[in-house]
């Protein structure tokens, strides 16, 4: 993607330290001279401006660096550990110092727009009259992570709805149907153990278990009533059923104690034959990383609860981008260029990027280069349920303080990996997840 005249700019490492603020201490960080809490004067370089990405992400800001070399850019690249907390701890720091915050970033974790943008921290900008035209291409759903209070905080960078994937090879060799319910794809779940031992229908192991098994079901692990406040309650019926379904499935060892990411998750995922999973395990997972080879995989429509009328899905990151609220004039000016950039223009988001655009209207390029692949053994159904998967996203489900998928991880995929059952475990994920929620200064209801 080289341009002639392109200024390659500036990379560098950004080393996150942990900083002497502490996460529990934020409030006392923000209240300092120059801090959340102050009118603190905002600044113009002129234009230059500062973008901090994780490492995926570094391809879309040098494609805006090509595309525009007339910005000066300095681009850092930090760590894209999800869950971590040093990146908000510096945030404090800055506020305390009354600068050094980035004029963009690309959020490693999606719950970093809670303190970003919450009262202490105070560093994302209301992009709601700055950007419309940007924000008018986002459907409701796939925005509504950025919606806090009323005010766009961040951009999304892709749609990440849950679909449901199965293996289309398989289950013609085998005459098994697709389900069409979550009852249904237990089940079958079931069944496919028994009668093929080793043959998977999912993971638990990772981060974006409690998304695709917990937000599909609707269970209030993340329900923001206001800045302060949150309602978790692991005995509602909708985390029941999620529980019971999961509880089955590993005792049956249908499902995997793995998480897609771990070293041992590709030779294991040779072996899935259906999951709930993200639009964006079929580009990057399935093809890129798994190496599952064409013409097997497809994805169809998210599963329906019994009793219920529509499908029902949760989200699998779609990250988010932030821009600073303490820049005016022509740093500002550059800085939304960056923002319309890596939100709607196709050099990233067609191009480069291996999920579905979270911007509308670049969503049906990015699907025929992906259909020109001919990876998906129908192409045609799995990016329709891919388009379709946002509009069945279970609404009340927040990115708050604290991070749900490392409760699990720590609690939950932990306790599976030892031998416990999904009762056993949950009891430590329930109870670790009202702590950290109360740690982290919400009241829960």
Not at 107 to 121: E, L, M, R
Not at 245 to 269: C, N, P, R, Y
Not at 357 to 378: H, L, M, N, S
């Amino acid at each position: 993607m080289k341009s002639p005249g392109s200024r390659p700019g500036t990379v560098r490492t950004l080393a996150v330290a942990t900083v002497a603020c502490a996460a529990a201490l934020l409030t006392a960080c923000g209240s300092s001279a120059g801090g959340a809490g102050a009118d603190v004067k905002q600044t113009d370089s002129g234009g230059a401006i500062t973008v901090w990405v994780d490492p995926p992400r570094v391809p879309a800001a040098k494609a805006f660096q090509q595309a525009h070399p007339e910005i000066k850019v300095t681009l850092n690249q930090i760590d894209g550990t999800v869950g971590g907390k040093s990146l908000q701890q510096q945030f404090a720091q800055f506020n305390q110092a009354g600068k050094g915050w980035p004029d963009a970033i690309f959020f490693p974790s999606n719950d970093d727009i809670a303190w970003a943008s919450g009262a202490q921290v105070n560093y994302t900008a209301d992009l709601t009259d700055l950007v419309p035209d940007v924000i008018k291409g986002y459907e409701d759903a796939v925005i509504a992570p950025c919606t806090i209070d009323g005010k766009i905080r961040c951009l999304r960078n892709d749609a990440a709805p849950d679909i449901f994937w199965y293996n289309k090879a398989f289950f013609t060799q085998y005459g098994y149907q697709v389900p069409k319910t979550w009852e249904e794809y237990g089940d079958l779940a079931l069944r496919i153990a028994k009668e093929h031992p080793g043959k998977l229908s999912g993971f638990t192991g990772d981060a974006y278990a409690p998304d695709r098994y917990l937000w599909a079901s609707g269970c209030p692990t993340n329900a923001r009533k206001s800045e302060t406040e949150v309602h978790v309650d692991l005995t509602d019926p909708k985390c029941v059923r999620a529980k019971d379904l999961l509880a089955k499935l590993v005792q049956a060892k249908a499902v995997s104690t793995l998480g897609i990411f771990d070293a041992d998750a590709a030779k294991a995922g040779k072996d899935l034959v259906m999951s709930p999973g993200a639009a964006w395990w079929g580009d990057y997972l399935f093809r890129q990383s798994w190496k599952i080879p064409a013409g097997q995989m497809t994805g169809v429509a998210p599963l329906t609860w019994q009793g219920e009328d529509k499908p029902a899905t949760g989200n699998e990151g779609g990250g988010l981008w932030g821009f600073s609220r303490h820049i005016t004039g022509k740093q500002l000016e550059n800085t939304l260029i960056f923002a319309k950039f890596v939100a709607t223009d196709p050099r990233w988001q067609v191009e480069l990027s291996t999920g579905l655009p979270a911007y509308g209207p670049v969503q049906d390029a990015w699907i025929a280069k992906q259909t020109k692949g001919k990876y998906f053994a129908d192409n045609a159904t799995t990016f329709a349920a891919m388009k379709g998967a946002n509009a069945y996203v279970q609404p009340d489900h927040s990115y708050l303080l604290y991070n749900t998928g490392s409760v699990w991880t720590e609690t939950m995929a932990a306790g599976l990996a030892s031998g416990k059952t999904v009762d056993q475990a949950w009891t430590g994920f329930n109870d670790e997840l009202l702590k950290q929620a109360k740690a982290m200064g919400y009241t829960v209801k």
